[in-house]
């Protein structure tokens, strides 16, 4: 018997050792119909006319290409973030950065939140969705990053409580440009190290931006620089709180207490890896 295009597809993506093929097969067989996942099964008929795009789709998967920067969106935390070229998708990882950071300001009453390295926007966006009297600035370098974190800020319904920044952290007059202080920083940034970029899997370093990856040769540069702004941007008893990788705890906890903020939390993953750390302007 003849296999049917779902069958077909998700043989394609067993043969490039995709970890779930059947998923995958009816995301991108309804992404090019249209359709809802759930609606795609063996009985499902793609129009010769969109063969050819289900086609392009279907190899872009095999050559590595992440499911959600083929899709255009990627789900994190509650909603539904766009995505492209120019963002680093969301990682679940990053949800522990934004729930501790709703825990505390639930818990503090903090008002004014600065996240620097916006990116997608999932974390801003994410923020001001869940606390609505809140008010954010989201700081990115990449003009293009922040059009995708304006759309997704419209998406939330949310862009008239977020002010975004074009503006690289390292400039001098960074901080007279933000001109006010605030009750938390918040931030993922770039923290890879750049002799281990060309190691990194191929759905990571070719499709995520290396402006989101790279964080210089021992991985801690943008620490540094966030440490050095960080006391003169927070408020008396305002908060900071990193998403860091594996391994960097005690050399960026050393860097924050050098600049005198005083560590007071560290959250861990699922694995048991610190993956957030929350620092304190006494
Ligand atoms: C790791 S991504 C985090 C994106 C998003 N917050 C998230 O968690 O998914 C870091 C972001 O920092 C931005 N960035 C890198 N260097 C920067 C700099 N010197 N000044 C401002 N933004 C920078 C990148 O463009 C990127 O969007």
Same mark, same amino acid.
């Given at each position: 018997? +003849?296999? =049917?295009? @779902?069958?077909?597809?998700?043989?394609?993506?067993?043969?490039?050792?995709?970890?779930?093929?059947?998923?995958?097969?009816?995301?991108?067989?309804?992404?090019?119909?249209?359709?809802?996942?759930?609606?795609?099964?063996?009985?499902?008929? *793609?129009?010769?006319?969109?063969?050819?795009?289900?086609?392009?789709?279907?190899?872009? /998967? *095999?050559?590595?290409?992440?499911?959600?920067?083929?899709?255009?969106?990627?789900?994190? $935390?509650? $909603?539904?973030?766009?995505?492209?070229?120019?963002?680093?998708?969301?990682?679940?990882?990053?949800?522990?950065?934004?729930?501790?950071?709703?825990?505390?300001?639930?818990?503090?009453?903090?008002? $004014? *939140?600065?996240?620097?390295?916006?990116?997608?926007?999932?974390?801003?966006?994410?923020? +001001?969705?869940?606390?609505?009297?809140?008010?954010?600035?989201?700081?990115?370098?990449?003009?293009?990053?922040?059009?995708?974190?304006?759309?997704?800020?419209? /998406? +939330?319904?949310?862009?008239?409580?977020?002010?975004?920044?074009?503006?690289?952290?390292?400039?001098?007059?960074?901080?007279?440009?933000?001109? /006010?202080?605030?009750?938390?920083?918040?931030?993922?940034?770039? @923290?890879?190290?750049?002799?281990?970029?060309?190691?990194?899997?191929?759905?990571?370093?070719?499709?995520?931006?290396? +402006?989101?990856?790279?964080?210089?040769?021992?991985?801690?540069?943008?620490? =540094?620089?966030?440490?050095?702004?960080?006391? =003169?941007?927070?408020?008396?008893?305002? $908060?900071?709180?990193?998403?860091?990788?594996?391994?960097?705890?005690?050399?960026?906890?050393?860097?924050?207490?050098?600049?005198?903020?005083?560590?007071?939390? =560290?959250?861990?993953?699922?694995?048991?890896?610190?993956?957030?750390?929350?620092?304190?302007?006494?």
């Amino acid at each position: 018997m +003849l296999e =049917t295009i @779902y069958e077909q597809t998700i043989n394609k993506l067993i043969k490039a050792g995709i970890a779930s093929p059947r998923l995958e097969a009816r995301l991108l067989i309804s992404y090019v119909l249209g359709t809802v996942p759930d609606e795609v099964g063996v009985q499902t008929i *793609v129009p010769d006319n969109l063969l050819e795009k289900l086609d392009n789709c279907v190899q872009k /998967r *095999v050559d590595g290409m992440p499911i959600d920067k083929i899709l255009g969106h990627k789900e994190f $935390y509650k $909603y539904d973030f766009i995505v492209s070229k120019d963002v680093l998708s969301p990682r679940p990882d990053t949800e522990i950065l934004l729930e501790t950071a709703l825990r505390i300001l639930q818990l503090s009453g903090g008002k $004014y *939140v600065l996240e620097l390295g916006v990116g997608s926007g999932c974390v801003l966006s994410s923020v +001001l969705k869940e606390i609505v009297d809140i008010q954010c600035v989201g700081v990115d370098i990449s003009t293009k990053a922040l059009s995708i974190t304006r759309q997704n800020m419209q /998406r +939330l319904g949310v862009e008239n409580r977020g002010n975004l920044l074009c503006k690289d952290w390292f400039d001098d007059d960074f901080v007279e440009c933000l001109n /006010r202080e605030f009750d938390m920083i918040v931030s993922n940034p770039p @923290y890879i190290k750049t002799g281990d970029i060309q190691s990194l899997d191929t759905e990571v370093q070719k499709y995520d931006p290396l +402006l989101a990856l790279d964080g210089g040769e021992d991985g801690l540069k943008h620490y =540094t620089r966030i440490a050095k702004i960080a006391p =003169t941007l927070l408020c008396a008893g305002g $908060y900071v709180l990193l998403e860091i990788g594996f391994g960097q705890a005690a050399d960026v906890k050393q860097i924050f207490e050098k600049a005198g903020l005083k560590h007071s939390k =560290t959250v861990r993953d699922l694995s048991g890896i610190e993956r957030v750390l929350v620092f304190e302007k006494c």
